[in-house]
């Protein structure tokens, strides 16, 4: 074989093909007739190629001609592929394809499949949140209780770990019940708190301001401790 020839193959260059579209082009519905005669028009394409004949098709692939046209216009009536016309310098209207279609499906697929990915998580992190709030109370949510945590995520837009946040601080300060908890998002929200630790430094600048309460100690020879208390009710 002649170094030339070695050369010449080398020279035909390689094609770059989107991993998504192979783990994927199942879940578009495609099978892989399908999929192999769009990745042979992708090729011809790059090549400079933009329409290439069902014949030219096929005889890259194990398929007839015949296959290979039923094929083509499968993939054009599901929206797999389009042909698009071109007017040259000299006038002339040529035709070629056009995998545009291809990739807005492939997007479409992904956009969705991640927006299904964000609401199982969101949803996960909801229960979670209900787990954590009947733990803290050391009972199952009332109907009520319920509703109220519900309207909290859905309706006030409330971040659950910033619903979190407001749980322990009412553990904190003693207050445990969904009133006090109320109040704190709202004073939060008010105040424009969004983030774990701006809540932190929003309760800490209050509580600075507060007179702390003495707890005596059970053992008269022991110091009492002072706890820094904010009662978000009385803002």
Known sequence: MKKETLIE?????TV???KLLFNHYSDLGMNETEFMTLMHIYVSIEGG???PTPNELAAKMSISSAVCMDTLRALIQRGFLSIEQDQQQNALICERYSLKPLWEKLIHHMMQ??????KSEEEQEELNLYTMFEKEFGRALSPFECETLAMWIDQDHHDPIIIKAALRESVMSGKLNFRYIDRILFEWKKNGIQTIDQARKHSQKFRQNQQPKKLSSVNPSQSTSAIPFFNWLEQ
């Open 9 to 13: 193959w080398f020279e035909q260059g």
């Open 16 to 18: 770059s093909i989107p």
């Open 49 to 51: 190629e933009g329409f």
């Open 113 to 118: 499949e991640t927006r299904e990915v964000e």
